[in-house]
T-cell receptor
Framework: DTEVTQTPKHLVMGMTNKKSLKCEQH?????MYWYKQKAKKPPELMFV???????INESVPSRFSPECPNSSLLNLHLHALQPEDSALYLC????????????????FGPGTRLTVL | QKEVEQNSGPLSVPEGAIASLNCTYS??????FFWYRQYSGKSPELIMS??SNGDKEDGRFTAQLNKASQYVSLLIRDSQPSDSATYLC????????????WGAGTKLIIKP
């Protein structure tokens, strides 16, 4: 089973709202990721948590705040977003090894379609 | 700078034919190679992973890796209209802590 779940599927928010995106996996993966994807572009890495610690922050504005409450859950807290932040937000988790080789194979959730008005 | 390049397409292939998708990468320190399929408005779905030179087959899909020439390809046999999607090539590097470098994606259209 390689399922990553995300809620909500769709989110519309105003620029003054505070909302959160949630991601969950029960595959025992120890790394989890947040990506942002705009139309006709590849995913753009935002944050990586490895063993529940933030290991990569790709210079993301502070209006995006990640949180990893435990090894299965990943949240992305949103505050004071801009219309240009409208995008598909993807969560992924990775399997460290495949056939004994380290590959960090990433599996994606269905995404949250975010619209900022 | 590590780069992954793909022809953006669209690549149009008749139903039942073989679709061939190509990807080149710039850095010989690459470790693992992935093909993801993405339907419009949906999330990327892992199709194939490969990390050794040669071919890897899974059903109608074959991934081919040539590290000397720095390319990886995906062949789809007996193409179906349901294969119409954007195919993203991604490469991971040990010195980048295995983060993925993405190609821009190739849009594949299978014509009935």
């Amino acid at each position: 089973d390689t399922e990553v779940t995300q809620t909500p599927k769709h989110l519309v928010m105003g620029m003054t709202n505070k909302k959160s995106l949630k991601c969950e996996q029960h595959m025992g993966h120890r790394a989890m990721y947040w990506y942002k994807q705009k139309a006709k572009k590849p995913p753009e890495l935002m944050f990586v948590y490895s063993y529940e610690k933030l290991s990569i922050n790709e210079s993301v504005p502070s209006r995006f705040s990640p949180e990893c409450p435990n090894s299965s859950l990943l949240n992305l807290h949103l505050h004071a977003l801009q219309p240009e932040d409208s995008a598909l937000y993807l969560c992924a988790s990775s399997q460290e090894k495949e056939g004994g080789v380290r590959t960090d194979t990433q599996y994606f959730g269905p995404g949250t379609r975010l619209t900022v008005l | 700078q590590k780069e992954v390049e793909q022809n953006s397409g669209p690549l149009s292939v008749p139903e039942g034919a073989i679709a061939s998708l190509n990807c080149t990468y710039s850095d010989r320190g690459s470790q693992s190679f992935f093909w993801y399929r993405q339907y419009s408005g949906k999330s990327p779905e892992l199709i194939m992973s490969i990390y050794s030179n040669g071919d890897k087959e899974d059903g109608r899909f074959t991934a081919q890796l040539n590290k000397a020439s720095q390319y990886v390809s995906l062949l789809i046999r007996d193409s179906q209209p349901s294969d119409s999607a954007t195919y993203l090539c991604a490469v991971s590097y040990m010195d980048s802590n295995y983060q993925l470098i993405w190609g821009a994606g190739t849009k594949l259209i299978i014509k009935p």
